[in-house]
């Protein structure tokens, strides 16, 4: 992308639709700006619910996601392989999210 789409990207990223990253497990993402949610539902198929992501890019079986808040200088991106035990949810940012 170079640095021209970095700083585009950066700009964008708030009005990115949100991911909504769910998981068969706790994937412990210490990302500032994620929230780790535990679904109430003990039989659920995703127990965990993670807010605050906006989606990057999709490419072959992984998601390059980056926090809402994220800051070149300090901010962490997240990668995530693409698989059953994993779903993403998409939505306009600032809407909010049902209970899991």
């Not at 993403?88 to 939505?91: I, K, Q, R, T, Y």
């Given at each position: 992308m170079g640095w021209g789409g970095a700083v585009t990207l950066h700009r964008a990223l708030p009005a990115q639709p949100e991911a909504v990253l769910y998981s068969a497990e706790s994937l412990s993402l210490a990302v500032d700006?994620?929230?780790e949610v535990r679904c109430a539902d003990p039989d659920a198929a995703y127990r965990f619910r993670y807010d605050g992501l906006r989606l990057v890019r999709q490419a072959g079986?992984?998601?390059l996601l980056l926090p809402a808040t994220w800051d070149r200088a300090d901010g962490t991106a997240v990668l995530i392989p693409r698989s059953t035990t994993v779903r993403?949810?998409?939505?306009p940012p600032g809407e909010p999210r049902p209970a899991c």
């Open positions: 700006g994620v929230t079986n992984q998601y993403l949810e998409f939505g």
